[in-house]
């Protein structure tokens, strides 16, 4: 099964990050990971477009907040994030910043498996998930 989407993983805890990244591979899904918001940052202004972009809120230097303030994932085209945090964020939160989903921490991977693939289903209908 090949998705052939491009996803944008910002992840500072390695481990957590490496893993989630295998298993999304795993499904088929093209994954760029990435440690910092200011990285992330950094490949999107460099031209990378995910389709998804799955974004832990705590992370080293600027937030995950940050980058959903800032320009990067504008000048990306806007791709649906997904919030994937230990941290609990009202849902008022998330609609001002129209995140596409959320999963607290620790989620079970399917379970992003499933985000995922649904919101690729609705953003990308040309692409199979």
């Not at 504008?74 to 230990?86: D, N, T, Y």
């Not at 989903?101 to 989620?107: A, R, T, V």
């Amino acid at each position: 099964m090949n998705h052939e989407a491009q996803l944008l993983l910002v992840e500072d805890d390695e481990s957590l990050r490496r893993i989630v990244a295998r298993h999304l591979r795993g499904q088929g899904f093209l994954v760029d990971e990435q440690a910092s918001a200011e990285d992330a940052a950094r490949v999107l202004n460099a031209g990378l477009r995910p389709a998804i972009v799955v974004l832990d809120l705590n992370l080293p230097g600027d937030t995950g907040w940050d980058l959903l303030r800032g320009p990067a994932l504008a000048a990306a085209g806007s791709p649906p994030v997904v919030i994937a945090s230990a941290t609990t964020v009202s849902p008022k939160r998330l609609a001002e910043f129209r995140v596409a989903g959320y999963l607290p921490k620790p989620f079970p991977l399917e379970t992003l498996v499933a985000t995922v693939k649904r919101l690729i289903n609705r953003e990308h209908p040309e692409v199979s998930a």
